[in-house]
Nanobody, 114 residues
Framework: QEQLVESGGGLVQAGGSLRLSCAAR?????FRWYRQAPGKERESVAA???????NYLDSVKGRFTISRDNAKNTVYLQMNNLKPDDTGIYYC???????????WGQGTQVTVSS
């Protein structure tokens, strides 16, 4: 049984937009989005706490927005003005209110063409 379900990836041209979603089955403290480009290590893109405090990778500030709907246990990543360097597999990570409750989504491919 999957604990997180991701959706929203796709293929877009540079300058386009995508919105990623990640739905959890339990209440979540921290949500975080990671991405991994071909030949590169995984990096943290954005994070949000239960109270709505956010953090962003410097290269996506002003272009990406992370938000959450606590009633649905869901996190979103709105990605605007996408660049080819944003290409990669995007993974949702969720930390619940117990240390044992940490889950990963299946990943969703984002491809930005030049």
């Amino acid at each position: 049984q999957e604990q997180l379900v991701e959706s929203g990836g796709g293929l877009v041209q540079a300058g386009g937009s995508l919105r990623l979603s990640c739905a959890a089955r339990i209440a979540i403290n921290w949500f975080r989005w990671y991405r991994q480009a071909p030949g590169k290590e995984r990096e943290s893109v954005a994070a949000i706490t239960s109270g709505g405090t956010t953090n962003y990778l410097d290269s996506v500030k002003g272009r990406f927005t992370i938000s959450r709907d606590n009633a649905k246990n869901t996190v979103y990543l709105q990605m605007n003005n996408l660049k080819p360097d944003d290409t990669g597999i995007y993974y949702c990570n969720a930390q619940g209110y117990s240390s044992a409750s940490n889950y990963w989504g299946q990943g969703t491919q984002v491809t930005v063409s030049s």
